[in-house]
């Protein structure tokens, strides 16, 4: 399918494939929508029922189906059956109603999906890359069907949101975040590879089930561990050297440590680390200038200190310094609450990613605890009295009355950001968490939510997820020819986001928020990608090019939901 990458705009399509090779195609299938013509030219008569649909009638009817199954996640199976028959029809589905889909197709309905992924699975979409296949990784990869790619999410199963590993059946979310760098970011569906590198899971009830799709193994850990990752890094990097490889749901440690290990050597980037990052801080400056402390007076206290609460802790430090306070200052506005309690220095156990913000073994000297050697959420709560709250630590009701209400004492109008997913993980309920603080709090949550009503008025609950950035990133790969993707780049993203906030420009910003809808992500995906890719020439990461060249390499990377005629391939075809 080499000729699809050139499937942009109305252009024909030039293929090899014909007859029964052609509808099981699910990137260039279309179904009972093949005309007249295609279906001479490609042998389909006879495969197909005499009337020729068109792909707004599909949508229609498909649409119609989907309304009538009893739940999201019924609907989510569905549409990913649809997918793996026919993608253009999938996205165009998604794309007449981004709002409405995104919550079945990703999160929260997937958090189901994958804990159900060996019992809903079907047909091969993507890698599954074992253990076992060590030493053939390449080998693997060097199948001709995969020449185009251009990003790749790859996963270990091992922190899946917030529900922890889960194994193999964890491909559900490589699936689905490669679903939003199309349907939010136009990436085009040839050039996306998911792929579970599946290292066996320590997961008894997935070993325990029959019907576990992996591989039923504990989970390996250590020097193999490392030694797998290492020759699928360099597999891919040989096979795509311009591809951009994204991490997702790996569990904390591995995630610090593969990112530190590679992104200095090829284009990577960790979503739960440093897209969680991005978005956060893009929606904390979006807060600030709805009313939030200055960044200069922030006290911030993250509950959940692995991979997602330190990748952000690192890049509001980095924008604090880049407001001109120093490092070691901003690094100590910094309160990270884990398993242990308040993360100080001489703890044991303390992370390499947790150890800039450890805050001095004495801090705590004048405070009331109950036990100096664990300082819970709580006690720093009422001690430090922050100006922002943040949750990634997957405890569901985490925050609760007690722990909220001081900081409402404190700060006019106090953040609090419940990032954790899905649902059933979220640290508090936004209602709860605005009764806690007289309405005044300006919340933020990680999964999406319908408005709640306070006090007579109606208040939009912000989703600040990932999907504010990584599907901007994944076009500034594919437009801009980025290279690595460097710290700067996401600071240049969040700014990028924070200046499309509504509530810049408002008068009572307490009801307005903080991000442009999520009907709006094509557009965020945009800016976030002139944003990286005007960074990443400044940085040198980026070829030089006009701001003129960008935005029609911008425009011409956009993939979009219709279907081109089809030609006959002729010459060298890859399929
Ligand atoms: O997928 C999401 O919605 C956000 C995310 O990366 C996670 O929770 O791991
Ligand atoms: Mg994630």
Request: charged content about 20%; hydrophobic content about 45%; proline content about 6%.
């Amino acid at each position: 399918m080499s000729d699809t990458v050139q499937s942009t705009g109305n252009v024909s399509l030039h293929t090899a494939l014909s007859g029964r090779e052609l509808l099981d195609c699910p990137v260039l299938n279309k179904g009972n929508a093949f005309d007249g013509r295609e279906r001479d030219l490609f042998g389909l008569h006879g495969l197909l029922p005499a009337r020729v649909a068109t792909l707004a009638e599909q949508v229609d009817l498909a649409r119609a189906r989907l309304a009538a199954l009893p739940d999201n996640f019924s609907r989510h199976v569905a549409l990913r059956e649809i997918q793996d028959r026919n993608e253009t029809l999938f996205y165009a589905i998604v794309d007449q109603a981004l709002e409405a889909w995104l919550p079945v197709i990703y999160t929260p309905a997937i958090g189901q999906a994958c804990i159900r992924f060996s019992h809903i699975w079907t047909r091969p979409r993507g890698l599954f890359l074992s253990f076992e296949d060590r030493g053939r990784i390449a080998e693997i990869l060097s199948a001709p069907q995969w020449d185009n790619v251009r990003v790749i999410v790859a996963s270990d199963g091992g922190s899946i949101l917030g529900i922890g590993d889960q194994g193999a059946n964890g491909m559900g979310i490589p699936i689905g975040k490669l679903s939003l760098y199309t349907a939010c970011g136009g990436l085009d569906p040839a050039c996306a590879l998911p792929i579970l590198l599946d290292v066996g899971t320590d997961n008894t009830t997935l070993l325990e089930d029959p019907e576990y799709i992996g591989w039923r193994h504990r989970r390996v850990r250590g020097a193999d561990y490392d030694a797998f990752i290492a020759e699928f890094v360099t597999a891919v990097h040989a096979r795509w050297p311009n591809v951009a490889l994204h991490w997702e749901d790996l569990s904390g440690a591995d995630a610090l440590r593969i990112l530190r290990r590679y992104r200095d050597r090829m284009c990577t980037y960790n979503d739960d680390i440093q897209g969680t990052a991005a978005v956060t801080a893009g929606a904390l400056l979006a807060a600030i200038r709805a009313g939030g402390a200055p960044l200069a007076q922030q006290r911030i206290v993250v509950f959940g200190a692995g991979g997602a609460g330190c990748g952000i802790a690192d890049l509001l430090v980095q924008m604090m310094v880049a407001e001109g306070m120093a490092a070691d200052e901003a690094n100590r506005r910094f309160f990270m609450v884990d398993i242990n309690g308040l993360v100080r220095e001489g703890m044991a156990d303390v992370t390499e990613g947790q150890q800039p913000f450890a805050q001095p073994a004495d801090i705590a000297s004048g405070w009331t605890v109950a036990d100096p050697a664990h300082i819970t959420l709580a006690e720093v709560m009422e001690n430090v009295r922050p100006t922002m709250l943040i949750g990634t630590s997957g405890q569901g009701g985490a925050f609760t009355r007690d722990i909220v209400a001081p900081m409402a004492q404190q700060s006019a109008r106090p953040v609090i950001f419940a990032l954790s997913n899905p649902t059933a993980n979220i640290e508090a309920m936004p209602g709860d968490l605005l009764e806690w603080t007289e309405g005044r709090a300006i919340i933020g949550t990680g999964g999406p939510f319908a408005p709640v009503s306070y006090d007579g008025r109606s208040r939009p609950v912000d989703q600040i997820n990932n999907s504010y950035v990584f599907p901007g990133v994944g076009l500034a790969v594919v437009a801009g020819g980025i290279t690595r993707m460097t710290d700067g780049m996401l600071l240049a993203a969040a700014h990028a986001l924070a200046g499309l906030s509504p509530a810049a420009d408002s008068d009572d910003p307490t009801t307005i928020p903080l991000l442009p809808p999520v009907s709006e992500l094509r557009t965020v995906a945009m800016a976030v990608a002139r944003a990286v890719i005007r960074q990443g020439r400044a940085e040198g990461v980026a070829p030089p090019a006009s701001d003129d060249a960008t935005e029609a390499a911008l425009k011409a990377a956009v993939w979009t939901a219709q279907y081109r005629p089809y030609e006959k391939a002729v010459g060298e075809v890859s399929r």
